[in-house]
T-cell receptor, first 116, second 108 residues
Framework: DGGITQSPKYLFRKEGQNVTLSCEQNLNHDAMYWYRQDPGQGLRLIYY???????QKGDIAEGYSVSREKKESFPLTVTSAQKNPTAFYLCASSKLAGGLAKNIQYFGAGTRLSVL | RKEVEQDPGPFNVPEGATVAFNCTYSNSASQSFFWYRQDCRKEPKLLMSVYSSGNEDGRFTAQLNRASQYISLLIRDSKLSDSATYLCVVSWAGKSTFGDGTTLTVKP
């Protein structure tokens, strides 16, 4: 089945530790996105990538890093510089061309990150 | 001012009611418009795209007014299963901005 896979579903971070969240898609989408959602809040864009080996900061990039070495993969690292990392992290992908399907974002099931 | 603003809600309605959600956006160059549904502790899922001429999918009707930079979603004959948070989404140059969502609770 085509879709977006995020792992792990739950993740715990110790103080001072970097952790990496995985996001893989087999939809052949060009663009991929990372969002953070805090309880009762909307989605805030962390980073996005429209092409391999290129990515752009979103609204809340500080304390996070990404890479896009393959079209299918867009991992997010939450660094120790992110002092309040507890949140629901969502990865999405979309086509950038193609009529009515353009810009529709499809989401993975998310990763819940907590601090120990 | 936020780029995308939605009715704050929450909306609590009885089964069978008609409910309307509104959304305004600030970027006049926006190209694509969507409504997503998000259930508690789940990922958002596309409910419907919004086209300039307006579009309907069963009990759901979406409207777009580019002149007023306004999007709406109408749900007729509400079901218990419609209880969720509804997110307005506006896209431009491959990047999407999500509204904070409006929570709907449909009660028996």
């Amino acid at each position: 089945d085509g879709g977006i896979t995020q792992s792990p579903k739950y993740l715990f971070r110790k103080e001072g530790q970097n952790v990496t969240l995985s996001c893989e898609q087999n939809l052949n989408h060009d663009a991929m996105y990372w969002y953070r959602q805090d309880p009762g809040q909307g989605l805030r864009l962390i980073y996005y990538s429209q092409i391999v080996n290129d990515f752009q900061k979103g609204d809340i990039a500080e304390g996070y890093s990404v890479s896009r070495e393959k079209k299918e993969s867009f991992p997010l690292t939450v660094t120790s510089a992110q002092k309040n990392p507890t949140a629901f992290y969502l990865c999405a992908s979309s086509k950038l061309a193609g009529g009515l399907a353009k810009n529709i974002q499809y989401f993975g099931a998310g990763t819940r990150l907590s601090v120990l | 001012r936020k780029e995308v603003e939605q009715d704050p809600g929450p909306f609590n309605v009885p089964e069978g009611a008609t409910v309307a959600f509104n959304c305004t956006y600030s970027n006049s160059a926006s190209q694509s418009f969507f409504w997503y549904r998000q259930d508690c502790r789940k990922e958002p899922k596309l409910l419907m795209s919004v086209y300039s001429s307006g579009n309907e999918d069963g009990r759901f009707t979406a409207q777009l007014n580019r002149a007023s930079q306004y999007i709406s979603l109408l749900i007729r004959d509400s079901k218990l299963s419609d209880s969720a948070t509804y997110l307005c989404v506006v896209s431009w140059a491959g990047k999407s901005t999500f509204g904070d969502g409006t929570t709907l609770t449909v009660k028996p």
